[in-house]
């Protein structure tokens, strides 16, 4: 049956259009899902999060310090189990051995070694993100690997962590699209409606991920749940069109009947996703840049979740129209008129209710613990690094370090703080120039005379105190040229940098 068009209906007009032109747009969707196919792989992901941090802030302005002026090693706690202390300082020089391996630290204390358990410092000669540390780490996973070992390292868990959120966020997808296709067959009125709404999803999903490239770099965790995300977020636009046709093909044609349900589908449609896209918007404008880089990408999924049931799920139903005619069945929603009554018999009791309910879980936000650790968030599945982390936690406890810049050169000050934190209960250890022991009389950053670095170097006095006036000089110092040098007092560690 020929549709009759309403005169001056917009959306009617654009409706027809998108349905007669149907085979150029499944043309043009073939070419773009090939195309978005093929550059999946050039998508660049950026696993380090603290690249998002404001630029303002002080984690990120002390992370961009650290970079600019110190080289910060990789590291590794491994500990071995059931060896006795002898073979464990054995295992020294063999670790010490291995390419990448920068020094190794290990003692008869209680810090290192604990029962049967030995705990090896490892430090390596790259940082956490260099091919070498990786590379040694795996080294020393051969080296060890006929012992009960542990290794609790960041170095690679940036790679590690991204694999796992990967296989978690794939078996999620998985169970998410099994419950909606459960979902689906309880709901919908025909069969083959399914396959129609997955296609048309399944396509918007690759046409974002395809052209995530686009962006420059995305996050890990942008690029692992955008999919998921744009599932729970868009499928109920594909289900909305679909119940609309459903609607009108009961006095239409299938033609007629998509063109009718487009030009209602497109207003009602793009007006429901405009409060999803201005959510994701507002989360662009958050100061850690990690809610752009997810805002911008969930925008993008959206809109290209509109374009496919708007362009491509027409031409779809159109060729599954004879299999959903073929496959109706009837309704296996149960009648649930009984809520209803009941809404309406507690109509003056339930609000109450909810008020109160409501002033309970205000108080209740305000007294929620929140956990900024990553580690220490229960998983029911424990990665080989979380494993190694708490087995070596419950023997030799929890080992967090904190790097802390201060201005150089000012090494009384920072004397003062290194013996203020040493105070802190909380605090085990400090180690910083102004209390690194050099023997049993000086730390590196304490003064001394020409005579008395040259006792400590071994050094001919006269070469001393050439070494001391051309450091003067440098300085433009020059009055203990010649006033006296031996008299002249330079940081042990100034010196030695000289």
């Known amino acids: 049956m020929e549709e009759k068009k309403e005169k001056g209906n917009f959306w009617l007009t654009v409706a027809t259009f998108i349905v007669n032109k149907r085979k150029a747009f499944l043309v043009l969707f073939a070419i773009a899902c090939i195309y978005c196919a093929a550059c999946m792989n050039k998508v660049s992901v950026n696993q380090d999060i603290t690249k998002y941090l404001p630029a303002d802030s002080e984690t990120r302005i002390g992370l961009t ?26 295992l020294v020089e063999k670790l010490e051995a291995v390419e990448g391996v920068k020094e190794v630290a290990f003692d008869d204390s209680a810090d290192h070694y604990n029962g049967t358990n030995a705990l090896f410092d490892v430090t390596f000669d790259g940082a956490e993100d ?74 918007a999903a690759l046409l974002n991920k395809g052209t995530n490239y686009l962006m ?50 497109i207003p009602e449609i793009s007006s429901s996703s405009l409060t999803t896209i201005s959510g994701m918007v507002a989360m662009m404008f958050m100061h850690f840049r990690l809610g752009y880089d997810m805002g911008i990408v969930l925008v993008k999924a959206i809109i290209f979740s509109l374009i496919s049931v708007f362009f491509l799920m027409p031409a779809i139903l159109m ?8 496959t109706h069945h009837k309704s296996f929603v149960p009648n649930i008129s009984f809520a209803g009554k009941w809404a309406n018999l507690t109509r003056f009791i339930v ?66 703080v290194l013996k203020e934190f040493e105070t802190l209960d909380y605090v085990n250890t400090v180690t910083g120039l102004a209390n690194v022991s050099i023997n049993d009389d000086y730390v590196l950053t304490d003064k001394i005379a020409p005579r008395a ?21 440098d300085q433009g110092q020059n009055g203990p040229i010649f006033t006296g040098i031996d008299e002249y007092k330079v940081p042990i560690i100034d010196m030695f940098l000289f």
């Open 65 to 90: 310090l650290m970079d600019e002026q110190f080289m910060t090693y990789g590291s590794a706690r491994i500990m071995v189990s059931n060896i006795t202390w002898q073979d464990a300082d054995a």
């Open 453 to 473: 670095f040259s006792e400590l170097t071994d050094l001919d006095i006269e070469i001393v105190r050439v070494l001391y006036m051309a450091y003067a000089y």
């Open 319 to 326: 060729i599954f129209a004879k299999g959903i005619d073929n």
């Open 351 to 416: 609000p109450p209710v909810f008020v109160i309910l409501l002033c309970f879980a205000a108080w209740m936000a305000n007294n929620c613990s929140y956990l900024y650790d990553v580690n220490s968030v229960p998983a029911a599945r424990e990665s080989e690094t979380r494993i190694a982390r708490h087995k070596i936690e419950d023997e030799f406890g929890v080992s967090n370090q904190i790097a802390i810049l201060v201005p150089k050169g000012d090494y009384e000050s920072e004397k003062k």
């Open 130 to 203: 260099d091919e070498i540390s990786k590379d040694a780490k795996q080294a020393v996973k051969e080296l060890l690997s006929d012992y009960d070992t542990y290794i609790s390292t960041s170095v690679g868990s940036e790679e590690e962590q991204t694999e796992s959120l990967n296989n978690d966020m794939n078996l999620i997808l998985v169970l998410a699209v099994v419950i909606i296709v459960v979902v689906l067959l309880i709901s919908t009125k025909a069969y083959m409606e399914i396959p129609v709404l997955l296609i048309t999803f399944g396509v």
């Open 216 to 265: 420059g770099t995305i996050s890990s965790v942008t690029d692992s749940i955008s999919v998921v995300l744009q599932l729970a977020l868009a499928i109920d636009y594909a289900i909305i069109f679909c119940d609309r046709f459903m609607e009108e093909h009961e006095t239409m044609d299938a033609e007629s009947a998509i063109k009718v349900a487009l030009s209602k589908a």
